[in-house]
């Protein structure tokens, strides 16, 4: 709703009720990096990786999202890598050759190819081709997938206007429409 000040506020408060609740403590860590405050969420992931160590590959996923925000490729990749390990991923080995030889926009368009060949995207891997195709600044592919994901239900898409990987299509109609369709409000910095 474009007030993470209070939204920050509300989850420590509730992480303040019950600290070692795991939806709680994962809620804060989006909840920063939503307000920008991105070193601030990677101390949360840190945090969470030692409080719930059998989900670190949700945490390391986090903490790769934010490291793409700072533009920490690197760090971005190590994470998504250590991500891949820990769920046994078989594309570990062709998206370390990727970025081995054209960085991370190579990571990420191998990323692109090997979920595109995937016979049935469920509603998971559409909101993962979203990201993937924001990174790379490409609002017509990350639209289109946004608009599969409102059409799906998926409840990732109310999130669209808070993530700051969106940041680079605030002022696209199309962008401002499915904003109106899901029902919020506009973004503090778009009023039109």
Not at 28 to 45: H, K, S
Not at 77 to 91: E, H, I, P, V, Y
Request: proline share 5%; hydrophobic share 40%.
């Amino acid at each position: 709703m474009g007030r993470p000040d209070e939204a920050i506020k509300e989850i420590e408060r509730a992480r303040d009720l019950d600290p070692y609740s795991l939806p709680i403590n994962t809620w804060l860590g989006v909840t920063l990096y939503f307000a920008r405050r991105y070193d601030d969420a990677l101390r949360q992931c840190q945090q969470l990786l030692e409080m719930f160590p059998e989900h670190a590959a949700v945490f390391y996923n986090q903490m790769a999202g934010v490291y793409e925000q700072k533009r920490a490729f690197a760090e971005a990749f190590a994470a998504r890598q250590q991500a891949l390990t820990l769920n046994k991923d078989s594309t570990i080995t062709a998206l370390g050759e990727a970025y081995q030889r054209s960085g991370y926009r190579g990571y990420v368009a191998k990323k692109i190819e090997i979920l595109e060949a995937t016979p049935r995207l469920d509603e998971s891997v559409v909101s993962d081709m979203a990201h993937w195709y924001q990174f790379l600044n490409d609002e017509d592919h990350a639209m289109s997938y946004f608009e599969r994901s409102y059409h799906q239900g998926n409840p990732w898409v109310l999130y669209v206007q808070a993530d700051p990987a969106n940041d680079f299509m605030r002022s696209s109609p199309r962008f401002r429409a499915l904003v109106r369709r899901i029902g919020l409000p506009p973004s503090s910095t778009d009023k039109n």
